[in-house]
């Protein structure tokens, strides 16, 4: 860090573009939240940054579709001692994301974020891998079709296929509200470095390893409820 510090102030441009944002966003004393799978604030020697300026951050990559959805029915398979012995996603997506996520080179941290969550939460790596592809006439609407292979009782095997078409801004626009309200609290009740609080709005959470959806809504509402309801009822008596 001390490193990297002293190329900054040498203006030299050791850090990817995502990362120099968030490490102005620290300096500024301004909450940082990152939607995209880029490095940003998770870079070593940033997150460190946001700490010792006593200021929050959140990400990574926004979790609207397939990966949604996979964060509440893997955590079933595994409950449910169903072992899943493949998963498979298609995901077809226009748009800018679409083009950008076309070139193998930027596909490769998304695909990375949609596996290491179905990993965490089944507990061992399945075959099958996500594939993207750029269909530009789809616009704004993506489509993910997910075949999953299990076995049962007595080694039964069987799957389930599901097939999700969503619109890309609609299902992030109320996120993005939902993360500016929240870190905008988060920082004005004091708190610094990592919300992984917030991890129930993103593929690759920072600060936690908890990806099932349920377990990450439980965290954020006794987080809500205990850290920015009990600060905004001492400010109200004041
Ligand atoms: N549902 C969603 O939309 C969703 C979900 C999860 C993650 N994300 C992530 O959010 C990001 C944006 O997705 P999108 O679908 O809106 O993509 P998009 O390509 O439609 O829009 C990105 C916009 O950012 C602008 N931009 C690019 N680099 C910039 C920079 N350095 N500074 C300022 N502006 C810049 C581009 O000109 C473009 O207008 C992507 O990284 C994507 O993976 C989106």
Not at 36 to 58: D, N
Not at 196 to 205: G, T
């Amino acid at each position: 860090m001390a490193r990297r510090c002293a190329a900054l102030a040498a203006g030299e441009n050791v850090l990817p573009p995502s990362a120099r944002y968030a490490w102005a966003a620290a300096q500024a004393g301004c909450a940082f939240v990152d939607f995209t799978p880029s490095a940003g604030a998770r870079i070593p020697g940033v997150a460190e940054v946001f700490t010792s300026y006593g200021v929050p951050f959140a990400g990574s990559d926004g979790k609207t579709g397939e990966t949604l959805l996979k964060t509440v029915l893997a955590p079933m398979f595994a409950q449910r001692a169903l072992r899943v012995t493949s998963w498979s996603g298609t995901n077809l997506l226009g748009g800018g994301d679409g083009e950008t996520l076309s070139r193998p080179e930027r596909a490769a941290a998304k695909i990375d974020s949609k596996d290491r969550a179905l990993r965490s939460l089944l507990g061992h790596p399945v075959g099958g891998g996500v594939h993207i592809h750029n269909v530009p006439e789809l616009g704004e609407w993506k489509t993910a079709w997910d075949h999953v292979t299990f076995e049962g009782f007595l080694g039964t095997r069987m799957n389930l296929q599901f097939t999700w078409t969503g619109c890309d801004s609609a299902l992030a626009a109320p996120l993005v509200l939902d993360l500016a309200r929240l870190s905008a609290r988060a920082l004005d009740a004091g708190c610094a470095g990592p919300l992984r609080e917030l991890a129930f709005y993103f593929k690759d959470p920072v600060g936690t390893d908890v990806h099932a959806l349920s377990a990450q809504y439980d965290a954020l509402v006794s987080w809500a409820q205990e850290r920015l309801t009990a600060r905004q009822e001492v400010v109200g008596e004041e």
